[in-house]
């Protein structure tokens, strides 16, 4: 499984930003969640939004009702999280998480990808 993160950028207080994660993977894989988390220098990283295969969806107490994690119709291959009213101190490097299990060789895996800057200017 890969991922990739998008569409981080330079954005004011209170404004709004929609990042992407694009999955590949391989037939024999089958997704068991994804996610969303986050980093800075100063913090270590922490889960921004989750959503589960069977579509239950978590939020950490920071951005429940600013931030909502989605994903789309062709199987769940594009996850996005769409922030509102950001915060400067949401300013962080946002990563996408995978995992996954593949039934060939019977084993789980954790994929993240590269992380995308976003920046909240005040």
């Known amino acids: 499984v890969q991922v990739a993160e998008s569409g981080g950028a330079l954005v004011q207080f209170g404004g709004s930003l929609r990042l992407s994660c694009t999955i590949w993977?391989?037939?024999?894989?089958?997704?068991?969640?994804r996610a969303w988390y986050r980093q800075t220098p100063e913090k270590e990283r922490e889960l921004v939004a989750g959503?589960?295969?069977?579509?239950?969806?978590?939020y950490a107490d920071f951005v429940k009702g600013r931030f909502t994690i989605s994903t789309d119709n062709a199987e769940n291959m594009t996850m996005y999280l769409q922030m509102n009213n950001l915060k400067v101190e949401d300013t962080a490097v946002y990563y996408c998480n995978v995992q996954s299990y593949d039934y060939r060789i019977d084993y789980d895996y954790d994929s993240w990808g590269q992380g995308t800057q976003v920046t909240v200017s005040s």
């Open positions: 993977k391989s037939d024999s894989f089958s997704i068991k969640a």
């Open positions: 959503i589960r295969s069977g579509g239950t969806v978590h």
